[in-house]
């Protein structure tokens, strides 16, 4: 049976960075489901959403807000209301503050894109 969502070891010197997608409206209700996470010392999550056209660098692309700082006992799902996007998003995970050992199972759902 295969596993869903992403299994992300908690290091804190590399973000990490979903596939760009293409949007589906200039606005949109993201999801973001916490399976289970180990992040010890105050550790935690921050959750990015980025977009840019198809024509520009990766390396440069806005950002349109973030979830809520994500820990360990916070409650799941997260949900973030997100206006502005260009034809491709993606999200940008980093963490903070987080012990040698700690990793984070989750799961972004496909976004609730509301019509222009």
Do not use: C
Not at 11 to 34: F, H
Not at 52 to 66: T, V
């Amino acid at each position: 049976m295969p596993a869903i969502g992403q299994f992300l070891h908690a290091d804190t010197s590399t973000p990490y960075y979903t596939p760009w997608a293409g949007r589906g409206g200039n606005s949109a209700v993201m999801v973001l489901e916490v399976i289970a996470a180990a992040l010890t010392g105050g550790g935690s999550m921050s959750v990015t959403v980025q977009t840019k056209n198809s024509e520009n660098d990766d390396s440069a692309p806005d950002s349109l807000g973030s979830f809520t700082s994500i820990t360990a006992s916070s409650a799941t799902p997260f949900t973030f209301f997100a206006q502005g996007f260009k034809e491709l998003y993606r999200l940008k995970v980093s963490f903070v503050s987080t012990g040698a050992n700690d990793w984070v199972h989750f799961r972004d759902l496909d976004p609730s894109w509301l019509w222009n």
